[in-house]
């Protein structure tokens, strides 16, 4: 293994990319406006108080319950029949048509129900409505309830929760993407033929890669860490050492996973064409968006064979517990990362192969 | 001019290639090819498209394996000859990072070729192609000729003992491919070993001698003026036609 070889990669990478100011604006510019997005929809507590229709034909109660219930700023509540109410449903005028059940004491209440993220925001508004309304008879229906966390609080938004797996995952996307198209480039242009007919070793050129690329990936994940604590304020308690530590070994792992596509991939639309089977996968599977823990018992090994899994829950336990990088968590997940990282790294210098037309 | 790298004395062929044969898929692209190539002499290898030439090149660059035979490349194995630095590869196509200066590209080739005073053979390299006042030049904004010209630069930075040049004088126009052979010339004398692939005739005259191949197989082997005689024609390519079709 030579050092002045992979350092010469390593830097003929860099130089290039220097002048390609396309994937620069990929690299540094898409993050920020895609977190830009992120953080105007999750940054703030955007829950907008459902229009309830309570239904007066079906539910008659004391007078000062029902004026509470529907003054609640949990709702914006409104009179009318039962019909009318169905009507407006319909139309979308209203979220939640409500009635009681007197005999039974059964509270009914009928949204669209399309969306079965709005169902349960809008069960949850209309309790909460109903509370202040029994509230006025001077009694409260069983203990008041305070939740307390161990980590994040009351003004942690869903964007804090996202940030730390968005760096990780901007991080493999575009790494990987970059990589993939510019070891495609080596393949079609012949340079990779000329490579292989000087003294550089498959090793060498690979680990070459592997130091070009993690440098792109540290300077993002600087920008992409910056702009989330600076501008969209995304509470952030870890070390920045770990945090690059974890994109590091993470990186490994994408930009060899890159090589190895470009060995599958005859031009640069089929390599693209790999993005979706890589990536999504990772997106629904990594804990990115649904808990791992809450995914189906079948969908769990795929999962623990994912490299985000590891970089999303070492990047929360750093970025939102404040866990330290010899934190037995971190450290195993780094290890894994680690793993996974060599696994694809050897399988790049074995898919180049000195027969490389 | 570049000094030439001492010649492994164990043989007195730069190239030796006996009985090599490389099979892709179905197609037999080398079928028991022989031909030996004198130390210091430009060898033109002389064919159709197709015949086999790129494909021999590349075995003697160690990017192909031979299925069978041997070849030997200064008194080694192809990949051995590569890894110590002393075979020098011209692609066919000008294998350049278009992103890259010209100064660039020799410097990153240069590197991999482990070259002391990069400064000094990058700027002698560049004399020789005519190109040192494009040296800051991004390769991308060069015509296609001058691509071949920094392609051939990047060849010579480290004075290889054997130079490998596979149709060099594609899309080079007529003044500069007479300073390109008269730079090879000066080369070969110095006691460099120059592999020349081409398929124009009008070239291979310039060759200290000639392998003309065909499918795979080396038809027959001479000086110029040898093959003309053997085949009794007056001119070489009417030669190439006589012996393709002799056999």
């Excluded at chain 1, 319909?90 to 209440?109: C, F, K, M, Q, Y």
């Excluded at chain 1, 609080?153 to 760096?167: F, K």
Aim: hydrophobic letters at 50%; aromatic letters at 8%.
């Amino acid at each position: 293994m030579n050092g002045h070889r992979v350092r010469a990669v390593a830097k003929r990478i860099v130089l290039g990319f220097r002048r390609d100011r396309r994937s620069l604006g990929l690299l540094f510019v898409a993050p920020v406006v895609v977190l830009s997005l992120v953080g105007a929809v999750w940054g703030i507590a955007t829950e907008r108080a459902p229009v309830v229709v309570l239904a007066t034909d079906r539910f008659s109660g004391p007078a000062n319950v029902i004026d509470r219930f529907l003054a609640s700023s949990a709702i914006h509540g409104r009179r009318a029949t039962y019909d009318d109410g169905l009507r407006q449903l319909r139309r979308g005028e209203a979220d939640a048509l409500v009635w009681l059940d007197s005999p039974n004491a059964t509270l009914h209440i009928v949204t669209e129900g399309s969306d079965p993220l709005a169902n349960g925001t809008i069960g949850a508004a209309v309790q909460r409505a109903v509370a202040d309304g029994l509230s006025s008879l001077g009694q409260l229906p069983g203990p008041k309830v305070v939740i307390e966390q161990l980590y994040g609080g009351a003004d942690y938004t869903l964007l804090d929760y996202l940030a730390p797996v968005l760096v990780a995952f901007f991080a493999f996307f575009f790494i990987f993407l970059l990589s993939a198209v510019s070891f495609l480039r080596e393949r079609t242009t012949g340079t990779l033929e000329r490579l292989m007919a000087t003294p550089l070793r498959r090793g060498e050129l690979v680990l070459g890669y592997l130091a070009g690329f993690s440098f792109f990936a540290l300077l993002q994940a600087i920008v992409i860490l910056l702009f989330t604590v600076l501008v969209l304020r995304v509470h952030y308690r870890g070390n920045l050492a770990t945090i690059f530590i974890v994109e590091a070994v993470l990186v490994v792992g994408a930009v060899s996973l890159g090589l190895l596509v470009s060995a599958a991939a005859r031009n640069e639309l089929q390599a693209v064409q790999f993005v979706p089977i890589v990536l999504l996968p990772q997106v629904f599977l990594s804990g990115l968006l649904i808990p791992v823990d809450q995914l189906p018992d079948y969908l769990r090994p795929l999962s623990a064979v994912l490299p985000l899994t590891y970089a999303n829950e070492a990047l929360r336990s750093v970025m939102i517990k404040g866990y330290e990088l010899a934190d037995p968590l971190v450290l195993r997940d780094i290890g894994i990362l680690v793993a996974f990282g060599l696994v694809m790294a050897i399988g790049a210098v074995a898919s180049i192969r000195r027969e490389v037309a | 001019m570049f000094p030439p790298d001492k010649l492994n004395v164990a043989t007195q062929f730069a190239v030796d290639a006996r009985g090599v044969r490389k099979r892709f898929g179905t197609i037999e692209a080398l079928r028991g090819l022989d031909l030996a190539i004198r130390a210091g002499e430009i060898y033109g290898l002389l064919g159709p498209n197709g015949s086999g030439k790129t494909t021999f090149i590349r075995c003697v660059a160690g990017l192909l394996r031979s299925e069978a035979g041997t070849l030997t490349v200064l008194g080694g194995t192809p990949r051995a000859a590569v890894s110590a630095g002393r075979v020098g590869y011209m692609t066919q196509v000008a294998a350049l990072y278009g992103d890259l200066s010209v100064d660039e590209n020799l410097r990153f080739f240069a590197a991999l070729q482990g070259v002391a005073h990069a400064d000094e053979r990058i700027a002698e390299a560049l004399r020789t192609v005519d190109l040192l006042d494009r040296r800051r030049s991004v390769v991308n904004t060069l015509s296609s000729g001058m691509r071949t010209r920094v392609s051939l630069a990047a060849t010579l930075l480290h004075r290889p003992s054997l130079l490998l040049l596979d149709e060099p004088t594609v899309g080079v126009d007529p003044l500069l491919r007479q300073e390109f052979w008269a730079y090879f010339r000066r080369l070969a004398s110095s006691g460099t070993t120059l592999l020349v692939s081409s398929h124009v005739m009008d070239e291979a005259s310039r060759c200290d001698r000639l392998g003309l191949i065909r499918a795979g197989a080396v038809l027959a082997e001479g000086t110029a003026n040898e093959l003309v005689a053997r085949a009794g024609t007056p001119d070489l390519e009417s030669a190439f036609l006589a012996l393709a079709e002799a056999r």
